[in-house]
């Protein structure tokens, strides 16, 4: 058990066994604005509050995209590691360009990040199933109230030592298939990581959360028949020794960790599919004995493993409520890579201390 701050006399100190998800945050944040056509220089300050003008438009019309990304301190103390952070970057412009907000070059997008998590590495929780989580975010800030694309943004990045996303911790969670809800169709902003789609995932959540359930689980909105993905998080199925994720459809978020789960899995000898699977079919391998287990996969989630399903009434217990085999492999391996315990064969981890 650690605290962070580390090493920072003065500073109230949190008790790295206890820190929950994204309710403390780091001394600084960076900011950095666009007019006139082009991002201005990007600036590292004392975290403050943003003030913005009633009338902006991300009040409004929900112009906004964000990322999410985990720094961890390695083996060596000096080490600060990320993990696949040229995929965030690449999907944040993605998002930028579904949401008509102007990209940010890369190169500086890195370079700035970096220099934010090193001014702050003394924040960086170093127990098991800790990390520093990396939020970008834009927000397009003019002040008018007709519906149009901005032409001012606020660019800005703030961290947060984090422990596990959900209130079970790594434990498996109880999931609510919904029908009666969707969150995106073809041609809509589902795969962009914008906040409207969270917003709209609201309602079906409170509804689950009180029945007991900790996340719902999205169906297609045109057939209501394939499976999506979970509210903050992408999932797989393990049907036997063979694990299945739904395709990337343009309807959800194409996941860091669900792109690396696919590498891994198969590297632990398991049969990787990506393609469509219904809710019949999950229900039919539940009953017949197939399904060995389900987990979702996510930044902030990393591997979670699902205790049971809900459909239309009716409850269906996974891997007897255990975390299975995949699972926990996967987490292992996963978590192994991200600080550093194991090697990564891939270059996925960025070291970005010294
Ligand atoms: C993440 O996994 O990093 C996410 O952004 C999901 C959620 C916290 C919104």
Not at 87 to 96: G, P, T
Not at 225 to 237: L, P, Q, W
Not at 304 to 331: N, Q, W
Request: net charge negative.
């Amino acid at each position: 058990m650690g605290r962070v701050p580390r090493n920072r006399p003065g500073l109230e100190t949190y008790d790295e066994d206890s820190l929950g998800f994204g309710r403390i945050f780091t001394e600084h944040m960076l900011t950095m604005r666009y007019r006139d056509g082009a991002w201005q220089k990007a600036e590292i300050k004392p975290l403050e509050n943003i003030v913005l003008h009633p009338a902006a438009l991300i009040f409004h019309y929900s112009q906004q995209v964000f990322e999410g990304l985990k720094a961890f301190v390695g083996q060596n103390p000096d080490d600060i590691l990320l993990f696949r952070p040229d995929k965030n970057i690449a999907r944040f412009n993605r998002s930028c360009q579904r949401m008509c907000i102007p990209t940010i070059d890369p190169e500086l997008f890195m370079e700035q990040m970096s220099a934010l998590v090193r001014l702050d590495r003394d924040w960086i929780p170093q127990s098991p199933g800790t990390s520093l989580y990396i939020r970008p975010t834009v927000i397009a800030t003019d002040p008018f109230v007709g519906v149009k694309t901005g032409s001012e943004y606020l660019f800005y990045i703030i961290l947060s030592p984090v422990g596990a996303y959900y209130p079970e911790g790594f434990a498996p969670v109880k999931i609510m298939v919904t029908d009666k809800y969707v969150r995106a169709c073809r041609g809509g902003v589902g795969e962009a990581k914008t906040g409207c789609n969270y917003a709209a995932s609201l309602l079906a959540a409170e509804e689950a959360h009180a029945e007991g359930f900790t996340q719902v689980l999205w169906l297609n909105a045109v057939d209501k028949a394939s499976i999506e993905e979970v509210g903050t998080s992408n999932i797989f199925f393990r049907i036997n020794d063979r694990i299945i994720t739904p395709p990337l459809s343009g309807t959800i978020l194409p996941g860091v960790t669900r792109e690396s789960v696919l590498q891994l899995a198969c590297d632990l000898g398991y049969e990787c599919r990506e393609e469509n699977i219904t809710i019949d079919q999950v229900i039919q391998a539940a009953q017949d004995g197939s399904l060995k287990e389900v987990f979702g996969s996510g930044t902030a989630a990393v591997i979670s493993p699902v205790s049971s399903l809900r459909y239309r009434g009716k409850d269906y217990t996974i891997a007897d409520g255990k975390t299975g085999e995949a699972a926990h492999k996967l987490f292992e391996r996963l978590t192994a890579m991200q600080t550093g315990r194991e090697p990564d064969p891939y270059g996925w981890v960025v070291n970005i201390g010294k």
